[in-house]
């Protein structure tokens, strides 16, 4: 299988911030669905699935980050929302990031 890099959709709320979607935490999911009818998985996976959501999506992480929302275009709206690669660690020992998993590309060599 090959080897598909990971990404998710961060949403600028100013020039200063960025909110990871995944990072918001669960209460936002359950504010989100019952002010849309949708379901969280929508909002993390296709922000831009619709005006609604990617407005309530953009205007819920404004409110998160202390950050007035601002009045958007459409084309404004879009250009909030970026595709990012998913820098999350891969492999976790006792709970935390395990860097040797990570780091380690190929086997290690003997010298002979």
Same mark, same amino acid.
């Given at each position: 299988?090959?080897?598909?890099?990971?990404?998710?959709?961060?949403?600028?709320?100013?020039? #200063?911030?960025t909110i990871r979607l995944v990072d918001l935490?669960? $209460?936002?999911?359950?504010e989100l669905e019952a002010s849309t009818g949708? %379901?969280?998985?929508l909002f993390v996976?296709?922000?831009?699935?619709?005006t609604k959501r990617a407005r309530t999506v953009y205007?819920?992480?404004?409110?998160?980050?202390?950050? #007035?929302?601002?009045?958007?275009?459409i084309g404004e709206l879009w $250009?909030?929302?970026?595709?990012?690669?998913?820098?999350r660690p891969? %492999?976790?020992s006792d709970g935390l990031p395990d860097p040797k998993a990570d780091d380690q590309?190929?086997?290690?060599?003997s010298s002979s």
């Open positions: 299988m090959p080897d598909v890099p990971l990404t998710e959709y961060v949403c600028h709320v100013s020039d #200063e911030q935490p669960d $209460d936002a999911w359950d949708e %379901s969280g998985f996976a296709v922000p831009l699935g619709t205007e819920f992480c404004c409110r998160k980050a202390g950050v #007035e929302p601002a009045t958007l275009t $250009d909030v929302f970026e595709l990012v690669a998913d820098d891969t %492999s976790y590309t190929t086997e290690p060599s």
